[in-house]
């Protein structure tokens, strides 16, 4: 079982650490505490009640899944768009720091693919008080999920990572990576991370429907915004609760 107890020590900059044995979902676990500035992270062995997109479970295992979240803050003039999407890439490239992996890509606007596989997701709920904003960013990476947990369109970490991964200074590099590229964001939005995002993207080029067209996956615009080729029209989609590749 991987030991997150030093976790804190490798993690840069001035931010509150919670790492716990269980609990119902690290994003609840952040979202109760009072309002504050500062960066705040919750890792878990075990998570009994993890969210997934639009009230999906999440699924995890105690020393199969890395589990964490980041609260961040951010001022109300911020616009968060593109959010997820950046921290997906914060994944990429950390990843391919490790180790260069073939098959790696981002599904708009917050899956992690292996090939045809996901192997991690991102939830990212917000909260506002006078002061400002808070992101609270959820990561659910699945490491070494035990074989009759992974179904056919899943995969983990370990299948195509050296056995040798440490999952412990992995998260730890994740976190450091996340923090970076917030403050990046935060100061140049999320046209600075455009260009490489789009080095990744996995619907390109796919036929996608939703609730009000269809049309060819085109790439992303300057506001994380998925853009789609119909008829008629270049449609600029925000939302990816209806989307359906078909
Ligand atoms: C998805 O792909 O549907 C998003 C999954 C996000 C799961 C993570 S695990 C840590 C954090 N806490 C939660 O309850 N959910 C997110």
């Not at 890439?89 to 599904?107: C, D, F, H, I, R």
């Not at 992101?135 to 369109?153: M, P, R």
Request: hydrophobic letters at 35%; one cysteine or more; a negative charge.
């Amino acid at each position: 079982m991987p030991d997150y107890s030093t976790l804190n020590s490798k993690i840069r900059d001035e931010n509150e650490c919670f790492v716990l044995e269980s609990i119902d979902s690290t994003n609840d676990f952040l979202s109760n505490l009072p309002f504050s500035k500062t960066t705040k992270i919750c890792t878990t062995a075990q998570q009994t009640c993890g969210k997934g997109q639009y009230g999906r479970t999440w699924h995890s295992e105690k020393g199969g899944s890395i589990i964490f979240s980041i609260s961040r803050f951010f001022p109300h003039n911020t616009n968060l768009n593109g959010l997820s999407l950046v921290v997906g890439l914060a994944l990429l490239e950390v990843l391919n720091a490790e180790n260069k992996v073939v098959g790696l890509s981002l599904k708009w606007p917050n899956d992690v693919y292996f090939k045809e596989q996901k192997f991690a997701g991102i939830l990212l709920e917000n909260r506002t008080d006078k002061s400002g904003q808070t992101a609270i960013i959820g990561f659910g990476i699945n490491y070494n999920l035990s074989e009759n947990a992974v179904a056919d369109n899943w995969s983990n970490l370990v299948d195509f990572m050296p056995q040798d991964l440490d999952p412990v200074d992995f998260t730890a590099n994740l976190i450091n990576k996340i923090i970076e590229f917030c403050e990046i964001f935060e100061v140049q939005g999320f046209s600075y991370f455009r260009e490489k995002w789009s080095k990744f993207d996995y619907l390109k080029g796919r036929q996608i429907e939703c609730e009000n067209f269809s049309g060819t996956a085109s790439g992303i615009n300057s506001d994380g915004a998925l853009l789609i080729k119909t008829k008629h029209k270049i449609a600029a989609l925000y939302s990816s609760k209806t989307l359906i590749i078909s």
